[in-house]
């Protein structure tokens, strides 16, 4: 039986700045809701729960813990006490709203001064002074605010003694606002289900080292699966699951790795995560950039076993497919484990996205060996890749769904309680 992963990880020192460049514009769209009477949004910098929101209807209300308003109609204030921060009249395409979106100025325009002045104010506002967890407006404070009025940046001071508070540095305001502006971008112009990229979306979640590693280690995982895939295609054109497999789905596994460690500023961690989308390499590119090579010995070696393996026939590559895939549902598994016990609700969505989609393709993979004449499926390729719906559950598979395009499955709910099972490793 192959394994990815020992109980000691050991993840290679690479730095991947160069994969987390151009992020997107921040264009408006104005049509910003997902049906014709509610326009939803976020207001940012971190996420700011507890401000106050006002539509064009009149309605008022308060941003919750994602910072998520809700109006029938634009434009939408938002204001911090009797302060009014700014409004919005439509929402750009992220739906996002950050203090250069009320201001009028462009995302990357975070060295106004005004701008910055508002990210101070927030971020002072703050219940608890960490604004990396989102940032809780404190009400009490902003009750001794004696002045009504728009904001002005030369009042910021004013704002900030009279609620008695210390005031956030005028360089952590904008080294944070920057950061946050990017994770946003990043997420938000991904290739990512919109339900992922909500999930993303939230305030950090307090990750141990463990997590850390499991999502390190998972980006390379993601990568390997994606090289792997590509090379056997080579051999066998006729297989199209893998073909279809690392375009349609392992891109986007590698883009969710790829979030988290935009979100939590891993670049410098001890990761080795490819832009797989990159399509010319030079001939002295970084040995991450390239193909079935890494830096790390046992993914190496796994790679060199998977691909000897499955060059040796159609079948062979199939049944790798199968392999690769259950190796990928196990590290999961003791992953969504350490994300689950560290409360890393946005990881553990996120591990959850990768694993089901490992059950899909498992099934892809096992319906090919089928369809080539393999009665027994992934069954053929040994005891410990032989699952049953039970173990990776599916809710359907249709045409749409089928191994030779590729497709995803749908997953059942854990209604029986065996989703929960299976994040505790009981099944």
Known sequence: MLHFKQTTIAISMTVITSLFSGCGDSSSDTSSS????????????????????????????????????????????????????????????????????????DRDDTNNSEVVAM?????????????ENGIEIDHDATEEISIEEDFDEHNLNTYITNANLEPVSNDDARKHLEKTTHTVETISHSELPEKIKGTLNTPLSTLTDEVKNHIAYMGNEERLAYDVYNKLSLSFPEEKTLINIPQKSEIQHIETVKALVVKYSLESELLSVRDVTQTSLSADADINNVA??????????????????????????????????????????EALIAAEDSNASDVLAAFTFLRDASYSHYWSFDKSLKNAGVTDGCCSAGEAY?????????????????????????????????????????L
Not at 119 to 124: C, F, G, K, T, V
Not at 303 to 319: P, V
Not at 391 to 416: C, F, L, M, T, V
Request: one cysteine or more; a negative charge; aromatic letters at 6%.
């Open 119 to 131: 990210a101070q104010l927030l971020q002072s506002f703050d219940t608890d002074h960490d604004p």
């Open 34 to 105: 997902s049906n014709d009477t509610v326009v939803q949004g976020q207001l940012a910098d971190s996420y700011v729960s507890g401000a106050k929101y006002r539509c064009a209807n009149g309605k008022e209300g308060v941003t919750d813990l994602n910072g998520t308003f809700s109006c029938e109609s634009l434009p939408v204030s938002f204001s911090l006490g009797t302060i009014k921060l700014g409004e919005v009249a439509t929402l750009p395409q992220d739906k996002h709203v950050f203090p250069q979106d009320l201001l009028g100025v």
């Open 386 to 426: 032989c699952k049953t719906e039970a173990q990776y559950p599916i809710a359907e598979r249709d045409s749409a769904a089928s191994a030779e395009n590729g497709g995803e499955h749908k997953q059942q709910g854990d209604a029986d309680g065996s989703g929960e099972q299976r994040r505790k490793g009981k």
């Open 292 to 333: 079935g090579v890494y830096d790390i010995a046992k993914i190496q070696d796994l790679y060199n076993q998977l691909i000897e393996k499955g060059e040796k026939s159609s079948i062979d590559a199939l049944q790798v497919g199968c392999m690769v895939e259950v190796t990928d549902v196990n590290d999961l598994e």
